[in-house]
């Protein structure tokens, strides 16, 4: 009799998990299964649905081609700047929201303004703020000639210049998520624990590090995780701040890669696309493995 209850209460548990169980496999399982079958494809024609052979062809074009191996340092260099910057900031900030009482909501609200406009709206500031046209050199040229130095074309100049508008761009936008999430996490941490470490006259560092740190341990590792996915799937930050023309600014990044081989003036080509989508796939793949292994050591549930 008891077996049979356990075999309803498993199947009325697969009822409700069906409906989430078909929309994963049907958006996210086949999609997945589907491209790694185009990227083995060789000369597939989106229009005839044929090809001429199968192999690893693909993934030799994509691995030498120039564009590609721009866009992957471009999002390397993006993820290993921003990832630890902005969640390293919005610790900070979050600490220092949650040590004060006036006007906490109203700053909250301030910091959390950025994460609701729009990217391309954000972009748009940026760029009246970092370029240069024929009749100014921007808010910040103004306020580096104030320190002496020359002006910098920071969109259209060297390559350094644009990939720290990039980087700054990208922390402002991401940044605000991360202080939401952080200032509740830091305010659910049992108040029990700085009242013991107050009583044993242990320093506000100390504390930090030993009550603080831990106890939030497992929002700061979800929220580099997300940043790194994020990150690796960046695209429209870039747009926002350069155009559509990528490869010409050398600012493209991977999925803009996977985009231009599909879409863009160069594209028609989605065995390519599905190659670098595989890569970044298997890219995204090992880094979240290796961030797992590590909180194991690290987070504290």
């Given at each position: 009799?008891?077996?049979?209850?356990?075999?309803?209460?498993?199947?009325?548990?697969?009822?409700?998990?069906?409906?989430?169980?078909?929309?994963?496999?049907?958006?996210?399982?086949?999609?997945?299964?589907?491209?790694?079958?185009?990227?083995?494809?060789?000369?597939?024609?989106?229009?005839?649905?044929?090809?001429?052979?199968?192999?690893?062809?693909?993934?030799?074009?994509?691995?030498?081609?120039?564009?590609?191996?721009?866009?992957?340092?471009?999002?390397?260099?993006?993820?290993?700047?921003?990832?630890?910057?902005?969640?390293?900031?919005?610790?900070?900030?979050?600490?220092?929201?949650?040590?004060?009482?006036?006007?906490?909501?109203?700053?909250?609200?301030?910091?959390?303004?950025?994460?609701?406009?729009?990217?391309?709206?954000?972009?748009?500031?940026?760029?009246?703020?970092?370029?240069?046209?024929?009749?100014?050199?921007?808010?910040?040229?103004?306020?580096?000639?104030?320190?002496?130095?020359?002006?910098?074309?920071?969109?259209?100049?060297?390559?350094?210049?644009?990939?720290?508008?990039?980087?700054?761009?990208?922390?402002?936008?991401?940044?605000?998520?991360?202080i939401l999430i952080l200032t509740s996490a830091l305010s659910s941490v049992n108040q029990v624990y700085y009242n013991a470490a107050k009583v044993d006259g242990t320093s506000k560092f100390r504390t930090f590090m030993r009550i603080t740190l831990p106890m939030i341990s497992p929002m700061i590792f979800y929220l580099v995780i997300t940043g790194f996915i994020g990150a690796f799937k960046a695209y429209s930050d870039a747009v926002a701040l350069f155009g559509t023309n990528l490869n010409a600014a050398e600012m493209n990044t991977i999925v803009g890669y996977v985009y231009d081989m599909l879409y863009g003036d160069s594209g028609g080509y989605p065995s390519y696309a599905s190659a670098a989508a595989i890569i970044l796939f298997s890219i995204v793949l090992t880094i979240t493995c290796i961030n797992l292994l590590i909180s194991k050591k690290k987070v504290h549930y």
């Open positions: 009799m008891m077996k049979i209850r356990l075999t309803e209460s498993n199947l009325k548990g697969w009822l409700y998990l069906l409906p989430a169980i078909l929309f994963l496999g049907f958006f996210m399982v086949y999609p997945l299964v589907d491209v790694f079958i185009y990227s083995f494809e060789e000369g597939y024609n989106s229009a005839s649905q044929t090809y001429f052979g199968v192999g690893g062809y693909n993934y030799s074009y994509v691995l030498h081609d120039p564009y590609f191996l721009q866009a992957v340092k471009n999002t390397f260099i993006l993820v290993m700047i921003t990832v630890p910057l902005s969640t390293g900031i919005a610790l900070l900030i979050s600490v220092a929201l949650s040590s004060i009482k006036p006007l906490r909501e109203l700053f909250q609200t301030i910091y959390f303004l950025p994460y609701v406009t729009n990217t391309l709206a954000v972009g748009l500031v940026f760029m009246i703020l970092f370029k240069k046209t024929a009749y100014t050199d921007g808010l910040v040229n103004l306020f580096i000639s104030w320190f002496g130095a020359g002006s910098v074309d920071f969109i259209e100049g060297p390559y350094w210049a644009k990939m720290f508008v990039l980087c700054f761009y990208t922390i402002w936008v991401v940044m605000p998520f991360k």
